[in-house]
């Protein structure tokens, strides 16, 4: 297909009834020729659509994180994974999965595997990050991300280690569920302190919590 670019900068119309769970309102329309691109590419009608700051607000759906915002991702703006949880989900696995499979825009490596299920408050570059609550997994984990082919990995091998009822047998709602990574907010306000989290950044944990029992989910 031929490349399409969407300009950053330039005037965008408003977009209304748009829609993503329960909230409801506006967002800037990309415009006919990225629509078309989009359109073709997935063979249904569609619009890309950017979050309306100018206008719009939409809190994080948790009664966790009172007073934090997100635009379009599913309930949290930053979700935290390990390399070494990868890994060692990985070597359970006869086909090894990548990481694109649980979308995490907070990569990080150096720590024990699923040792950031506990962490509670962390900084990066002076930012710091509050736990919000474990991520429990949909399909998307079994879907191939470059060919959109699903299956039944890695779920089903998460089900014997990473369940709720392994890691929260007390908690009757949350035992067929299977938990990777974990949903974080920014305690800092960043449009004031101009603050930015880089490639290559050090992470330092600054509270955990004691066990699994106290996490929230």
Known sequence: MNVVKVPLVEPRA???GISVWNWHGSA????DEVAAWFSNYLEKPSRLVR?????????VM????????????????????????????????SEPVPVNRFRP??????????SEDLWNEVEINGLTFSAGELCWRCKIPTINQDTAVGGSEPNETLKNFRSGRVLFPNKEKQR??????TFMVCSNDTAETEKA?????????????SSYAECPV
Do not use: W
């Open 62 to 93: 948790s009664e966790l994180c009172v007073g934090h915002a997100i635009r379009f991702s599913d309930a949290y703006p930053f979700h935290l994974l390990s390399q070494s949880s990868m890994d060692a989900l990985n070597s359970q696995l």
């Open 14 to 16: 408003i977009a209304n």
């Open 197 to 209: 989290i880089r490639v290559g950044d050090h992470i330092h944990v600054l509270k955990t919590f």
């Open 105 to 114: 825009n907070l990569l990080i490596d150096g720590c024990e595997p699923f």
């Open 28 to 31: 800037f329309d990309e415009g």
């Open 51 to 59: 979050f309306n700051e100018e206008s719009e607000s939409r809190a």
């Open 176 to 181: 067929g569920r299977v938990y990777v990574g």
